[in-house]
T-cell receptor
Framework: DTGVSQNPRHKITKRGQNVTFRCDPI?????LYWYRQTLGQGPEFLTYFQNEAQLEKSRLLSDRFSAERPKGSFSTLEIQRTEQGDSAMYLC?????????????????FGPGTRLTVT | AQSVTQLDSHVSVSEGTPVLLRCNYSSSYSPSLFWYVQHPNKGLQLLLK??????LVKGINGFEAEFKKSETSFHLTKPSAHMSDAAEYFCVVSSARQLTFGSGTQLTVLP
């Protein structure tokens, strides 16, 4: 059973450096989501893609953050000029969702996350 | 706008006793609701979902939840706790644009 995978699982970087994370969704899933989770909190939505199109971005996603899903399969999340406040678990999820855009989202399947520590 | 309130940040039960994790939601229209579980160093796993069909929803591992529109609640229950149920549980409301997670309830199961 190939679920959602994320790489790397852990990343330690110095403030000011750029980092990139990768997410490989479940193969037939058309939607892919990124979330950020800090200690003691639930995940917070960052952005999502339907196939290769980025359809929604949270206000949490500052200009230093960029996400891509170039061929509608895997996705990357890049953080430029990292800050200590970026330290968090970054979660990726995918879903098979053909609901009209005015209907609630279908259930999502999550990867294990990438833990980022900015020193 | 939508929001989720998990009423207890920590719940402790003895093994074999019932579990109740409380969740209230706010949504501007008929939402979908989910419960997810997160074990240490593992990804979030879907326990169950409500999508406007039956109001009593059965999930995996003996969990179930009841959707009560009048009370805007979606509490999670299990008749008999097992040691392996110890984890963090998240109540989630879905709109057309995103999932909104509660802040989580840490469940401890005492031997």
């Amino acid at each position: 059973d190939t679920g959602v995978s994320q790489n790397p699982r852990h990343k330690i970087t110095k403030r000011g450096q750029n980092v990139t994370f990768r997410c490989d969704p479940i193969s037939e899933h058309n939607r892919l989501y990124w979330y950020r989770q800090t200690l003691g909190q639930g995940p917070e939505f960052l952005t999502y893609f339907q196939n290769e199109a980025q359809l929604e971005k949270s206000r949490l996603l500052s200009d230093r953050f960029s996400a891509e899903r170039p061929k509608g399969s895997f996705s990357t999340l890049e953080i430029q000029r990292t800050e200590q406040g970026d330290s968090a678990m970054y979660l990726c999820a995918s879903s098979l969702d053909f609901q009209p855009f005015d209907r609630p989202l279908a259930e999502q399947y999550f990867g294990p996350g990438t833990r980022l520590t900015v020193t | 706008a939508q929001s989720v309130t998990q009423l207890d940040s920590h719940v402790s039960v003895s093994e074999g006793t019932p579990v109740l994790l409380r969740c209230n939601y706010s949504s501007s229209y008929s939402p979908s609701l989910f419960w997810y579980v997160q074990h240490p160093n593992k990804g979030l796993q879907l326990l169950l979902k409500y999508t406007s069909a039956a109001t009593l929803v059965k999930g995996i591992n003996g969990f179930e939840a009841e959707f009560k529109k009048s009370e805007t609640s979606f509490h999670l229950t299990k008749p008999s706790a097992h040691m392996s149920d110890a984890a963090e549980y998240f109540c989630v409301v879905s709109s057309a644009r995103q999932l909104t997670f509660g802040s989580g309830t840490q469940l401890t199961v005492l031997p």
